[in-house]
């Protein structure tokens, strides 16, 4: 079955000094043994995952499963502090490949994310250039030859040597694979994501003073959204698209386990139980997975084996970030906690 | 299979989620990968290739419980439902009835299927259409067999009475399961083919006639090309800036700095951003298109160097600052409290046009005017579209009437359409889309 794992293909990497030049079509080698194997199956990568303490719901190893196949960029988008920017990290670590990491923020732009050029040297070049100028002009006669002459010089202008590769550039050369992430994504602008289209559907791009930069192993690539803006359409359409919600009861008791193995189990279910509710509040800002960690590594230090309203009280302001949250939440603490107290009983 | 799954590509774009050509071709593609033997899995996977929203995914989840319901998702990896579809058509009407008589879901599911598939139901459109499919699937299916073996029995006198009896009950019993797969089907393919053809009905409607649920689909719709239009266009415009040194233009900029070459410059292919000035006649219906028109521009200003605009219908006023601060209906509403429902006067708006804003018309300018030319047989100043159209880019002129109209009655069209670059009939959301298009395409080639 050629298909699927057609997109793994590998190409040679290409950098043809002066103007971009169309190249040769990729060759066509299937999926690494090394991957193979770790992406046999759902099921394989959700054991994986879980061995390098992400724990993964089906919905989201499908994902993995299906986009490193197709090798296809995943955009993943959910609340803050679902894991989103973990499951990149977890992956690269799965597949044993370097982390690439880019982090959008307004006016992110192409030199900032691809290259750089680099202009002090440059100018020391030039410099060079300049003292050297008599030289290079001392069997010119007129100032049309001259400038001929200096036009042959212009080649030095656009070497590599000046060239400072960014996360994108550094994706798409490396020797041995990578995942690349693309972190928060709608913290950039338009243009700029304009412009990761023609990376995204291509892996390569022309560098107008180099030439064609086609990636040597396309990268797993991974976009993440808070969603504080909509992705246009057409990246939309050049990603697949996973949507990561708040995980159930029972896979953030797992999460927590995985991330605190010391905690006892009541205190687990209990805690969980308690923020499950507290996610059923209309909240400021409701708490994320991170904070339902934060919350149990304080409650382990504080000795805590099971929730009461004290403990409670004293800790809120671990996993609520807004006065408000915390006095709307302390309003329904003695009803929560009694319900954590019984999810715990349920349980045992 | 490929049927099957092209009719719920329909049934998705039906219900709204957009599916482009590429994500049709991601499924697929996603579907082999997966293979048919894992339900579940298959739809975690395909959600990822088709709903990309988080309304999206709701939706897909909806449609896809419905619409595999009845595909048996329980044989073994790879093998398609459409693998058991081979069977003699004799055989059928035998297994029919004895599907029925034991309640073989499963069996009666893909007999169903095939049946469907024969009968094209993806045809349905309306809900008059429900007997007519539920008796072709009944037909392809088979039903004659059932209904010749109650005949036999109710022939065979006293002892054949219980067996009739039990018979008629299966027959309703596959009766009611086809009704609803027909039902099932309307509810996909129905919904399915008006989303589409209303889209497709909206953008080739007259502005001039919308009703109010229709004109907010319509903003949703300039909303989407105008974000396409970006998308197509700011990528092109980056590559300024990019490219080969231009030596001749770096040494004579850097002339003052003794030779050393400071500033660089590039050989850059220029890309203009056009200025654009739009002038819109609010009288009548051509207000209808003016709205759109503006709110197009508006959400393209971006691409667009500056954008004003203008309004008239008895005087012009600028109105550029209401679409600043406003939302463009209130900046319309405003705009029609100020000029809107006076008797058109093409002279006098020209006039005052020119007395304050022709000054700001430049080479880079494109001049957009928008309306029917209908002046009320009032001097119509062809003199100062001249003008304009000397000192400016280009000057277009967009008519939401037909062109046989043109020049017709008071309408002064024909006067004025030598002192355009450009005059187009526009009215529906198509020819505002191409307008646009065009003003930006001719931008860039300006390069
Ligand atoms: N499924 C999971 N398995 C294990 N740990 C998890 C899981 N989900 C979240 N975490 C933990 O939560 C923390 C926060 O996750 P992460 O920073 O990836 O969230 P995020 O979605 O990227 O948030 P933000 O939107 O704020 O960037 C991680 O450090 C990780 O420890
Ligand atoms: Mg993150």
């Known amino acids: 079955m050629p298909g699927p794992l057609r997109a793994q293909s590998l190409a040679r990497l290409h950098r043809v000094p002066g103007a971009p030049v169309h190249l040769s079509p990729p060759t066509e080698i299937g999926m690494e043994a090394k991957y193979q194997e770790r992406l046999s199956s759902i099921e394989r990568i959700q054991e994986g995952f879980a061995e390098l303490n992400y724990i993964c719901s089906r919905p989201i190893a499908t994902a993995i499963y299906v986009s490193c196949h197709l090798g296809k960029p995943l955009l993943v988008e959910g609340p803050a502090g679902v894991g989103k920017t973990e499951l990149a990290n977890a992956t690269s670590e799965y597949l044993g490949v370097p982390m690439i990491r880019m982090q959008c923020y307004e006016g992110l732009d192409e030199s900032k994310a691809l290259y750089e050029w680099k202009y002090a040297k440059q100018l020391l070049y030039t410099q060079i250039l300049k003292d050297k100028i008599g030289d290079v002009l001392s069997d010119a006669h007129g100032l049309a030859e001259s400038m001929e002459q200096l036009h042959r010089f212009s080649d030095i202008f656009f070497s590599e040597q000046f060239l400072e590769p960014r996360p994108l550039l550094k994706a798409l050369t490396a020797e041995e694979g990578a995942v690349l992430l693309i972190d928060e994504i709608d913290k950039s602008d338009h243009e700029f994501e304009a412009f990761l289209l023609e990376i995204l559907s291509e892996f390569q791009i022309s560098i107008p003073e180099i030439g064609t930069v086609k990636a040597k192993k396309r990268p797993f690539v991974f976009l993440t959204s808070n969603n504080t803006r909509e992705m246009s359409d057409a990246l939309k359409r050049r990603c697949l698209h996973l949507f990561v919600p708040f995980p159930d009861a029972k896979l953030e008791q797992r999460i927590i386990k995985a991330r605190v193995p010391a905690i006892p189990d009541s205190l687990k279910v209990q805690l969980v139980d308690f923020v499950q509710q507290v996610r059923e509040m209309d909240l400021k800002k409701q708490p994320s997975v991170s904070e339902t960690i934060d919350w149990a590594r304080v409650l382990l230090l504080l000795h805590a084996t099971s929730l009461d309203a004290d403990v409670v009280r004293e800790t809120l302001n671990v996993f609520l970030k807004f006065e408000e949250d915390i006095h709307a939440v302390d309003q329904q603490l003695y009803e929560f906690t009694r319900h954590a107290q019984k999810a715990d009983a349920r349980v045992a | ?447």
């Open chain 2, 1 to 447: 299979m490929e049927r099957t799954f092209t009719n719920f590509l329909q049934a998705l774009r039906g219900a709204e989620v957009r599916v482009s050509v590429a994500e049709t071709l991601d499924a697929m593609e996603t579907a082999e990968l997966m293979g048919w033997g894992d339900r579940e899995a298959l739809k975690y996977a395909l959600s990822l290739a088709l709903a990309k929203t988080p309304d999206e995914k709701e939706i897909f989840d909806a449609t896809f419980d419905q619409f595999f319901r009845f595909d048996s998702f329980r044989g073994r990896d790879g093998e398609t439902p459409e693998a058991n579809s081979g069977e003699e058509l004799e055989g059928k009407a035998g297994d029919l009835l004895d599907m029925v008589q034991r309640r073989d879901e499963t069996a009666l599911a893909l007999a169903m299927q095939q049946a469907a598939r024969e009968v094209n139901v993806e045809n349905i459109r309306f809900f008059t259409q429900r007997g007519l499919f539920t008796q072709r699937i009944l037909g392809a299916m088979g039903i004659e067999a059932i209904d010749a073996a109650i005949s036999a029995a109710v022939r065979s006198g006293e002892g054949g009475a219980g067996q009739a009896g039990q018979l008629r009950e299966a027959r309703s019993y596959l009766f009611e399961q086809v009704r609803d797969f027909v039902e099932q089907q309307l509810s996909l393919q129905g919904a399915g083919a008006s989303a589409e053809l209303r889209e497709d009905r909206l953008r080739r409607s007259r502005l001039g006639n919308l009703d109010r649920r229709d004109q907010e689909q319509m903003k949703v719709i300039v909303e989407k090309i105008a974000r396409r239009l970006v998308a197509l266009h700011s990528r092109r415009k980056k590559l300024r800036n990019r490219g080969v040194i231009d030596i001749r233009k770096t040494m004579r900029r850097n002339y003052g700095s003794g030779g050393i070459l400071f500033d660089l410059e590039w050989k850059q292919r220029k890309i203009d951003k056009p200025r654009v000035m739009a002038i819109c006649d609010v009288s009548g219906s051509v207000a209808a298109v003016a709205r759109f028109l503006l709110q197009f521009l508006y959400e393209l200003h971006e691409l667009l160097h500056d954008i004003r605009s203008f309004a008239f219908s008895g005087k012009l006023i600028e109105t550029s600052s209401f679409f600043k601060d406003k939302q463009a209906d209130d900046a319309v509403a405003a705009i029609m409290d100020r000029v809107g429902f006076m008797p058109t006067d093409y002279g006098e708006s020209l006039s005052n046009f020119r007395e304050k804003f022709l000054n700001d018309v430049d080479k880079k300018t494109a001049v957009i005017i928008l309306g029917d030319g209908r002046s009320n047989f009032t001097d119509p100043r062809t003199d100062i579209l001249k003008e304009i159209h000397d000192r400016s880019k280009r000057v277009i002129w967009l008519n939401p009437e037909p062109p046989p109209l043109w020049g017709t009655g008071d309408s002064e069209m024909r006067r004025y359409a030598p002192y355009c670059d450009l005059v187009r009939e526009c009215n529906t959301l198509n020819h505002l889309e191409r307008v646009v298009g065009d003003l930006l395409q001719v931008a860039q080639k300006a390069a």
